[in-house]
């Protein structure tokens, strides 16, 4: 029977690294969830920066009209 001994072996290798798979593949998908959401927040917080809110677009639209009539006189 000297089959056994390196049969087990082998199994225990093989379990080992389907263990070291996984831990890596978990640590993998933490990786990326952080990036992502590092990245969503980035987005949000310069949102207001970059474009103005939606009030504030609202309020330019409706006050155009005012602006267009006071040019005209």
Do not use: C, Y
Not at 27 to 53: H, M, Q, Y
Request: hydrophobic share 50%; charged share 15%; net charge positive.
């Amino acid at each position: 029977m000297p089959f056994s001994s390196s049969r087990g072996r082998g199994a225990i290798t093989l379990a080992a690294l389907a263990f070291d798979a996984s831990v890596w593949l978990i640590g993998a998908l933490f990786a990326v969830f952080g990036f992502v959401s590092a990245l969503k927040n980035a987005t949000e917080s310069d949102r207001p920066a970059i474009l103005p809110p939606p009030q504030e677009k609202r309020r330019l639209k409706q006050s155009q009209p005012v602006a267009v009539a006071l040019a005209h006189g």
